[in-house]
């Protein structure tokens, strides 16, 4: 007499059928390598290897990081690690969505290579667009230096191991490359802006000189071989403790400094469609950081968040700058919108980094256009 399965054997059939689709996605990615361009917003530890006191290699940074303190600038992920991960969803039926299916990106130099070619982060924290931004802190990777070491990448460890010219230029041309870089160039801005009479460039011309030069950074990196591009707005830096704490304003956010950045946002749109008309084969996204990330702090029950306005870590500076070593964050970082006062939560970067895989409103292209284009 056949015998029905037992719930046992149900839990360890529908184990196996998660455990294989697990491995199903890290083995077919939706992209060959994900590189990574930008501040701390972005940094996952390159500054723990230069001298400069912009760290986040401590304690309670990474305190929800399942690998621990990396030197990301955040309780946990980075909205470029929410776009290379994948993810599994178990209901009544296994529900599988991969981002990018990718491993996190390593920092560019780390000093313990991996050989990996499945990406790199060159992201630094405190450094921008302008070759000075940044340097009152020690040295950090402009957006310059990230260009040089990528296409050291490409010349060190990239051409050795693939089989020939073809095979690299169709890996790069598949590959993504994310770009979320001026923030510290307009902090530096709008220190200058709010003291009127140390104002060297009104806000359209400030915005007009980063624009250019982000434009030449990104055709050299066509040249390069690149051709997949998601860059991301500048963000809500108006809304942060930094500014919040040290100018007075009226509601969550300083708004007259938002609109000064937005004069670089508002000119994203225009110089990313003249690239992708201009460079053959490209395809430029822009990812609306700013749009969204100031939706949620000014309407934080849409999201499920509660205090979008004080850091979850006990920071220094009256709450305005980095955390201070060592103490104890709050209980409830999942319900922050900032993790100290300059920098973002998990909480926020999930929302935009899953949202940006199909939601045309957060990210135009879709990362799944652009992988699929």
Same mark, same amino acid.
């Given at each position: 007499?056949?015998?029905?399965?037992?719930?046992?054997?149900?839990?360890?059939?529908?184990?196996?059928?998660?455990?294989?689709?697990?491995?199903?996605?890290? =083995?077919?990615?939706?992209?060959?390598?994900?590189? !990574?361009?930008?501040?701390?917003?972005?940094?996952?530890?390159?500054?723990?290897?230069?001298?400069?006191?912009?760290?986040?290699?401590?304690?309670?940074?990474?305190? *929800?990081?399942?690998?621990?303190?990396?030197?990301?600038?955040?309780?946990?992920?980075?909205? &470029? *690690?929410?776009?290379?991960?994948?993810?599994?969803?178990?209901?009544?039926?296994?529900?599988?969505?991969?981002?990018?299916? %990718?491993?996190?990106? #390593?920092?560019?130099?780390? %000093?313990?290579?991996?050989?990996?070619?499945?990406?790199?982060?060159?992201?630094?924290?405190?450094?921008?667009?302008?070759?000075?931004?940044?340097?009152?802190?020690?040295?950090?990777?402009?957006?310059?230096?990230?260009?040089?070491?990528?296409?050291?990448?490409?010349?060190?460890?990239?051409?050795?191991?693939?089989?020939?010219?073809? =095979?690299?230029?169709?890996?790069?041309?598949?590959?993504?490359?994310?770009?979320?870089?001026?923030?510290?160039?307009?902090?530096?801005?709008?220190?200058?802006?709010?003291?009127?009479?140390?104002?060297?460039?009104?806000?359209? &011309?400030?915005?007009?000189?980063?624009?250019?030069? %982000?434009?030449?950074?990104? =055709?050299?990196?066509?040249?390069?071989?690149?051709?997949?591009?998601?860059?991301?707005?500048?963000?809500?830096?108006?809304?942060?403790?930094?500014?919040?704490?040290?100018?007075?304003?009226?509601?969550?956010?300083?708004?007259?400094?938002?609109?000064?950045?937005?004069?670089?946002?508002?000119?994203?749109?225009?110089?990313?469609?003249?690239?992708?008309?201009?460079?053959?084969?490209?395809?430029?996204?822009?990812?609306?950081?700013?749009?969204?990330?100031? *939706?949620?702090?000014?309407?934080?029950?849409?999201?499920?968040?509660?205090?979008?306005?004080? #850091?979850?870590?006990?920071?220094?500076?009256?709450? &305005?700058?980095?955390?201070?070593?060592?103490?104890?964050?709050?209980?409830?970082?999942?319900?922050?919108?900032?993790?100290?006062?300059?920098?973002?939560? =998990?909480?926020?970067?999930?929302?935009?980094?899953?949202?940006?895989?199909? *939601?045309?409103?957060?990210?135009?292209?879709?990362?799944?256009?652009? !992988?699929?284009?």
């Amino acid at each position: 007499m056949r015998r029905s399965p037992n719930s046992n054997s149900l839990v360890f059939i529908c184990f196996t059928i998660f455990s294989h689709a697990l491995v199903a996605i890290a =083995e077919n990615p939706l992209a060959p390598a994900l590189y !990574v361009f930008g501040d701390s917003l972005l940094d996952s530890g390159n500054n723990n290897f230069l001298p400069t006191i912009a760290k986040a290699n401590y304690l309670p940074y990474g305190v *929800d990081f399942a690998g621990g303190v990396t030197g990301r600038f955040t309780n946990g992920k980075t909205v &470029a *690690d929410y776009i290379g991960e994948s993810w599994c969803q178990y209901n009544f039926l296994l529900l599988c969505s991969s981002q990018l299916g %990718l491993p996190f990106a #390593p920092p560019s130099i780390n %000093l313990f290579k991996s050989g990996t070619i499945t990406g790199r982060n060159y992201a630094s924290g405190s450094c921008g667009i302008l070759p000075l931004t940044g340097s009152e802190f020690g040295k950090c990777l402009n957006l310059d230096d990230q260009v040089v070491l990528f296409q050291k990448t490409i010349e060190m460890e990239l051409q050795p191991h693939f089989g020939s010219s073809k =095979e690299l230029s169709d890996y790069l041309s598949k590959s993504i490359f994310v770009i979320n870089i001026g923030n510290n160039d307009y902090g530096g801005y709008l220190v200058s802006y709010v003291s009127k009479p140390n104002l060297m460039y009104t806000p359209q &011309a400030f915005a007009q000189l980063l624009k250019d030069i %982000l434009s030449q950074r990104l =055709e050299t990196l066509y040249k390069l071989g690149a051709r997949k591009f998601l860059v991301f707005e500048i963000a809500p830096i108006g809304c942060m403790p930094i500014v919040t704490r040290l100018v007075p304003h009226e509601g969550p956010c300083v708004e007259e400094l938002n609109q000064v950045v937005s004069v670089f946002n508002d000119g994203l749109p225009a110089m990313l469609k003249q690239l992708t008309t201009s460079l053959q084969g490209s395809t430029f996204a822009l990812g609306y950081f700013s749009k969204l990330g100031h *939706d949620m702090i000014t309407n934080p029950s849409k999201y499920g968040l509660g205090d979008t306005t004080d #850091p979850c870590c006990i920071a220094a500076n009256n709450g &305005a700058w980095t955390c201070i070593p060592g103490l104890v964050s709050c209980s409830d970082g999942g319900r922050h919108a900032f993790w100290d006062g300059m920098h973002l939560t =998990e909480a926020i970067y999930s929302t935009i980094g899953t949202r940006c895989f199909n *939601d045309s409103s957060v990210c135009s292209p879709t990362i799944q256009q652009l !992988v699929q284009g």
